[in-house]
Every structure is written in C-alpha cells, then in structure tokens.
C-alpha cells in the first residue's frame, strides 16, 4: 500500500490478493452469499445488461445469484438467465413492497439500477431499499440519476452499508457541480460527500478514488478498450459478487476494482481495444482472479 500523503494511499495487488485466497474443498454455495441485481426496463437496454450483472457477480465468487425484475421485461431476460435465479415483481402497488422485501431479506448485497429508465415509481422503491434492505447497497446508473433527484439526507435513514459508484457526469448531477471543477478538486469532493451523507463513494476513472470520508483508496487500472458500453455494469456485478461474501470494506471494493481492470485488459489484449465489448471482460473474470491469485 504505497501512501500518497495524509489518510490517501494507492492499492496494489498485494493488499488485496489474501482476499482470493483458495477455498477448501468442502465448500458450498450456501458458504459465499447471494447477490441480487435489480433493474431492467423495456425502454432501455437493460435486460441483458442483467445477465452481465448477475453473470459478474457469480464469476466473482458469490454463491447465488437472484435477478429481481418486473414481469414485462421477462420475455427479453429470460433466454440469458442461466446459472441465475430469478424474482418476478408484480405491478406497484401493497403486493409489489411485499414481494420486494420478502426478496431481499435474505440477500447480502444488491446492485440496484442498471437499465431502469426513469420509472415514475422508483424514487418511492429506492427509499424503500435504503430504509429496509439491510444488506450490501450498490447504487449505481439508473439508480443514481433517481437520487439525484430525491433528498439526499434519505441516505442518513439507511439500515444498509451503501456504496455509491458514480461517473464524473453522475457525480455532477449529485452534487451538482460542473464536471471540470470535479475533475480539479475531486478528491476533496468525494471526501466530502461521503462524509455528509455517511456513504462510500466509488467515483470512476483511470484512477478510481474510494472513500468513506477519511481514509480514501486509488486505484489505477483498466485500458481504452474499456470505454465501451456496460463496462460500468460488469464492475457492479463483480462488486455485487464480492460483497456477498467478503466484508463490506475500501479493500473489498478495491479488489473489485482491479478484477474488473485487470480482466478488461486481457479482454483488450485478445480484440484490441477498438473490438472488444464488456462481455470479453466478464469472459476474463477467473483469468483476473488467477492473477491476483498468484502475484
């Protein structure tokens, strides 16, 4: 862990490899967790982005994957769910928020918004989660354009670790700040977020800075072959994995991190990085793993 200056250090793959150790041979999937991935819609393409999420998720390492989405868009999910679970959510009405709970109750960590377009319900839905779920909480896309909607103090209500995993455009609706002056005081900005509103923030970049409003973690991986539709969704699965099974941490986060940066570089090493798509990075996963493994 090499420090940068006060409370800021960058990780490297020997602070996270104890995390991927071996596992013993009588192991079962009831020992690693359940992930769950909720999102999709019909207007966006959000279904097979699912499968990436919850295909991710299992490849790193989590035992159960469950799909939580709306009846509608079943017929487009369905023929890519395979190792996956999946969750049928009725319309929105009292049975929809006893379904959801009874779904999530048992999850240890949730990707919540990938693909969900801009439902008029989902502000009502997300703080449902923050106020009942009780696991791991990634809020990600779709998920946070609704936050930015809402009042962020909802996040102080939370039962949930929340981890929050914007992009400069999505961090600059949150804040609502340009994203030139996020680009020049970043770190502070992050810091100072997390802090408020007692989140962990994951704000994506070449240098990936994550914080819970002290200690802060960069991270620098990844290639130009990542710049490609759903790399962003292939981290959430990956992380929705982990957090299943592995504390919720800055390191954990961190190992993530470097899976997804690791496994888009040899994605990009095997197309280029004109060709490639984030399919090729999940394809990679267990390839990123074993490096990490055996550095």
Partial sequence: MKKINNNTYEIEINDVKYLVKERNIDSNKGDFGKAGIYGGSIEYSGALKLAYLSLSALRSGCGISRVLVKKEILPLLGPNILEQTLCILPDYNDKFYDKLKESIKDLDSLAFGIGLGSDKHLEEVLEFLIKNYTGNLIIDADGLNTLSKMNLNILKCKKCNILLTPHLKEFSRLINKPIDEIKKYSLNLVKEFA????????????????????????????????????????????????????????????????????????AEEDNTNISMIASDTINNIGNAIKIIRES
């Fill in 195 to 266: 802090s408020t509103y007692k989140v962990t923030i994951l704000l994506k970049g070449h240098t990936t800075i994550i914080t819970a409003g002290n200690t802060t973690y960069l991270v620098k991986t990844g290639c130009a072959g990542m710049a490609t539709a759903g790399s962003g969704d292939v981290l959430s699965g990956i992380l929705a994995g982990l957090l299943a099974y592995l504390n919720f941490s800055l390191l954990t986060i961190s190992l993530g991190i470097l899976i997804n940066g690791i496994a888009g570089c040899l």
